[in-house]
């Protein structure tokens, strides 16, 4: 299981790594001299103008892994290996109580959650992440799916998806998540070298990873992704490509590429320092970064989010709710909801999460959290969101929730790099702005720049890689 979100706004998505230490960092607001209208001040909107209604998706943490990964700092209990067991998909089916006591927890989480809102819709997304939630039995998984659907209700089409990792599972127990209504697989690769997933400390080899693309392809999943990982220790510019290549040739409709963060705490951690032997350089994880766009690109994948390729209709329903922005419950250990415009995050230790639902269950506590929704945090959280996507920033949404001077301060702190074609401008129709026209446009008194430019992205990937700079522009014009 590795991270992919942007800390400290959301500490707990869909159990995947952190973007790159040179794209989305975990950002400190920048504050520059204050010239320019702030987002606060300027916002004459409303929490439903800005995509914030009832949640129609949920998040659900299953921490269990078989052993914690050199990598990973999230909250995992890890259950250990059977020696005395031949068949290692024998692991997760017994009734462990480490994890029907904790799924007890999690349903009566679920069930503790009374919503106040006046329409509450029918869940359209779930996505069990953790952890390896592969380790967990069919039979319980089922029980906090009918939870789910008892508390909020499920479409007939909701995207379900569960991360596997290869070694965990075999076909029966994925035609047994079938049945339930396990519709997209997420299966944890991340190298096509023994010796990296070794050194990484993951509990699979690279024969289990053939072995679970065979079982994924045998039971007819049409809807899975596969998630690889760059930078690692004494990795090559060679391993990437061919791990790439390989990944290409078993045909996922899906691709997720992690750069590897180094966290304080891990293994990992108290071994290297990012940016020196046996780590890649800086300059290296970029090459790493260009390569993958550049290959799955070229095999047909979209690159429609920071770390995400697609093919067709396959881009995650789930995660585009997170880079949109929009509201999403969250349901289990360190796992963090956004609701209301506020970001709530539970207890990562198990005894305090216990307590946690105790609370909740006894009206001591906030399923969402407690505060006053500021808007300038909203307003950064979504440039820094959209600017993961390929879609990009829109820029007559965001006017029209906080202001056009906001938008056309935005465009003038970025002339030179649309200049420079690391932002890319486009009207309505997605045609490209050319850079003096966005020149004449900030520099009019009177043009709203939005009715001439919609959309604000990163060019793929040269601007993708300078994220971390350009963003922190905007945080300097919305949050000053």
Same mark, same amino acid.
């Given at each position: ?208 990873? %053939? ?6 392809? $045998?039971? /007819?999943?049409? =809807? +899975? ?6 930078? @690692? ?119 305090? %999460? ?6 909740? $269950?006894? /009206?001591?506590? =906030? +399923? ?6 500021? @808007? ?105």
């Amino acid at each position: 299981m590795l991270k992919t979100t942007i800390s400290p706004i959301i500490l707990s998505f869909a159990g995947k790594p952190k973007a790159s230490r040179f794209i989305f960092q975990a950002f400190n607001k920048v504050v520059l001299q204050d010239t320019t209208p702030s987002a606060r001040r300027n916002a004459s909107t409303n929490l439903t103008t800005l995509h914030q209604g009832p949640p129609t998706s949920a998040y659900v943490h299953l921490p269990f892994c078989r052993k914690r990964c050199h990598y990973c700092d999230f909250p995992i209990l890890a259950l250990g290996t059977s020696s005395s067991s031949s068949n290692v998909y024998e692991e997760g089916k017994e009734d462990d109580p480490r994890i029907t006591n904790y799924v007890d927890l999690l349903v009566r989480e679920i069930k503790a959650t009374r919503t106040d809102f006046d329409a509450n819709p029918n869940l359209e997304t779930v996505f069990f992440g953790g952890g390896t939630p592969s380790l967990v039995p069919p039979k319980l998984v089922s029980l906090v799916l009918e939870t789910l659907t008892l508390n909020f209700g499920l479409t007939p089409d909701a995207e379900i998806s569960m991360e596997m990792d290869p070694g965990t599972f075999d076909g029966q127990k994925l035609k047994e998540l079938m049945d339930l209504g396990v519709n997209r697989v997420s299966l944890g690769v991340q190298a096509f070298q023994d010796e990296l997933l070794k050194a990484c400390g993951r509990a699979h080899g690279v024969s289990q990873v %053939y072995e679970a693309i065979e079982f994924v392809k $045998e039971c /007819g999943v049409e =809807n +899975w992704s596969m998630d690889l990982i760059s930078s @690692l220790p004494h990795q090559t510019l060679d391993m990437w490509e061919e791990s790439l290549r390989l990944a290409i040739q078993s045909k996922p409709n899906h691709v997720s590429v992690y750069d590897l963060q180094v966290e304080q705490g891990t293994k990992f951690g108290n071994l290297y320092t990012p940016g020196q032997s046996p780590l890649p350089s800086e300059t290296q994880s970029a090459e790493f970064y260009k390569t993958a766009s550049s290959m799955l690109r070229g095999a047909g994948y979209e690159h429609y989010e920071v770390s995400s390729y697609s093919k067709g209709d396959f881009k995650c329903k789930h995660n585009l709710i997170y880079w949109k922005n929009k509201p999403f419950y969250a349901f289990g250990l360190g796992s963090a909801s956004y609701v209301g415009g506020l970001r709530f995050s539970r207890p990562r230790r198990l005894k305090e %999460y216990t307590n946690y639902v105790a609370d909740l $269950e006894n /009206g001591a506590a =906030n +399923w969402c959290g407690t505060g006053v929704v500021d @808007l300038k945090d909203v307003a950064t959280d979504i440039v820094m969101l959209s600017f993961r996507t390929s879609k990009g920033l829109d820029l007559k949404e965001f006017g029209e929730a906080f202001g056009s001077e906001v938008v056309k301060s935005i465009c003038k702190v970025y002339e030179p790099y649309v200049e420079s074609g690391h932002i890319v401008c486009l009207d309505d129709m997605r045609r490209e702005v050319m850079s003096d026209e966005v020149n004449t446009l900030v520099a009019s008194d009177e043009a709203k720049i939005e009715n001439h430019v919609r959309y604000l992205r990163l060019k793929d990937p040269d601007g993708f890689l300078l994220s971390n700079e350009l963003i922190s522009l905007a945080f300097g014009v919305v949050a000053p």
